[in-house]
C-alpha cells in the first residue's frame, strides 16, 4: 500500500484511464429517484466529471447493494456505510478491502503495473478514527493500492 498526498481524481484523465483504477466511497443507500449514494469526499467531483454517476451506481445496486462494483470506465466502489446517514462499520470496509482484491486480482493489475486510487477514510470524511482503516488496509493492499488524500 502506497500514500499519497494527491487527489485522487487527479488520476482520472484520459492519459490514465489504462494505468489507474479510481475508487470511490459509497453506502448501501439507493434514494427514490434511483440514484446511488456516493459519499462525501467523492461526490462532488464525481459529479463534475461523470455528470450521471449516481444513476449508473443506483442500476448497479438493484439487488445486492453494499458490493465492490465496476461503475464505468476505471472507476469502482466501495462501500463503508449501510445507508447514507450511518456511521462507518468497520466490517463492511473490510469486506470491502477483500472483493477489492480479488477484484483486483480477477483484472490482472498485478501483471500490467495497474494502481488502484482510494480516498483515505478519515474523521472528517467517515467519523472514524484512520489508523484502524489503515490496519485493515495494510492486511489486504500491497503495492497496486495507493491511499490519496
Do not use: Q
Not at 1 to 29: A, C, H, Q, R
Request: hydrophobic share 40%; charged share 25%; aromatic share 12%.
Amino acid at each position: 500500500m502506497i500514500i499519497s498526498k494527491l487527489n485522487p481524481w487527479d488520476f482520472y484523465t484520459k492519459k490514465t484511464k489504462n494505468e489507474y483504477y479510481l475508487v470511490i466511497l459509497t453506502s448501501g443507500s439507493i434514494f427514490k429517484n434511483f440514484k446511488g449514494s456516493i459519499l462525501r469526499g467523492s461526490l462532488k467531483e464525481a459529479r463534475e466529471k461523470i455528470p450521471n454517476i449516481e444513476y449508473l451506481l443506483g442500476s448497479k445496486m438493484r439487488g445486492i447493494r453494499n458490493e465492490v462494483w465496476h461503475i464505468i470506465d476505471n472507476i469502482y466502489s466501495f462501500p463503508i456505510k449501510h445507508r447514507w446517514h450511518e456511521t462507518t462499520d468497520m466490517g463492511l470496509v473490510e469486506k470491502s478491502a477483500r472483493e477489492l482484491l480479488v477484484v483486483s486480482n480477477k483484472i490482472g493489475a498485478a501483471g500490467y503495473g495497474n494502481k488502484f486510487i482510494i480516498p483515505r477514510l478519515t474523521i472528517s470524511n467517515c467519523g472514524i478514527d484512520s489508523l484502524a482503516v489503515e490496519n485493515i488496509f495494510e492486511e489486504y493492499f500491497d503495492h497496486r493500492f495507493i491511499i490519496a488524500e
